[in-house]
């Protein structure tokens, strides 16, 4: 059984100019106190190390997780520059094959899509690791941090989205109980069978602390009188997305 402290201690050992390039560029970019840090790097490169099927898909899976944050890092719709970076990365890794480099930015590139049947296995991997790696008990945390980012402020509960998400394009709301409702929903998107063991638990504190919100709104008679106060949250949205 793969031995994960062990695995991480060895690999930053062994590429240390791709390891501090990595953290460098976080840096850089100032990738902290947002959703997408350096912290989350390094859980998604290694849970999917955890969840590979192989241990040369988990080798270019870890490489594709330690990049993967460069789409928050420049914006997601510049591939080229994304591409560029990732190489120039990727060139701080003497024994990694020439062909492997195309799977892993291929990976990169396209971690944030809906899953695709022709996903190769590196992206398989590592679109479930990117969503174990948005997994945390701190998940309202990141949340406020991440939806921050995006859109310039943030409600963190909303009855209206405690027991159900918006059906609004995601992100449209700036609430943490919207944004729990989301992760949830990956759930069922889960490919490995690995990552929907390491998930489950995850998946069901997540949904048992919307639950118990729903239970303390109940008994305050708010959740039963919701539609009184969607005009306050209607017209709070429209200052928080000045
Ligand atoms: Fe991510």
């Not at 040369?56 to 970076?85: E, Y």
């Not at 590139?109 to 008990?137: C, F, I, Q």
Request: glycine share 6%.
């Amino acid at each position: 059984m793969l031995n994960s402290s062990e695995f991480l201690r060895q690999m930053a050992e062994k590429y240390p100019e791709f390891w501090n390039r990595v953290v460098a560029d976080h840096i850089k970019y100032m990738m902290f106190g947002r959703g997408h840090d350096f912290l989350h790097a390094v859980i998604v490169a290694q849970y999917g190390v955890l969840i590979a099927p192989d241990e040369n898909t988990s080798r270019m899976a870890w490489f594709a997780g330690m990049l993967h944050n460069i789409d928050r890092m420049i914006g997601r719709q510049r591939a080229g520059t994304i591409t560029v970076i990732a190489r120039d990365c990727l060139g701080l890794v003497p024994d990694l094959k020439e062909k492997e480099i195309p799977m892993i930015i291929g990976a990169v590139l396209n971690h944030w899509r809906l899953n695709e049947p022709d996903d190769s296995p590196v992206l398989v991997v590592l679109k479930d690791a990117d969503r174990l790696g948005n997994l945390t008990p701190f998940h309202p945390a990141r949340s406020v941090q991440h939806m921050t980012e995006r859109l310039g402020g943030h409600v963190v509960v909303d009855p209206r989205f405690v027991a159900k998400k918006a059906d609004t394009e995601y992100g449209n709301n700036p609430t943490t109980m919207d944004d729990l409702q989301a992760c949830l929903e990956w759930e069922p998107m889960l490919r490995l069978p690995k990552a929907q063991e390491i998930g489950r638990p995850m998946f069901d504190f997540l949904r048992q602390m919307l639950e118990m919100e729903q239970q303390r709104l109940d008994e305050t008679g708010i959740l039963a009188n919701v539609g009184l106060l969607g005009p306050y949250f209607n017209e709070a949205y429209t200052h928080l997305k000045k």
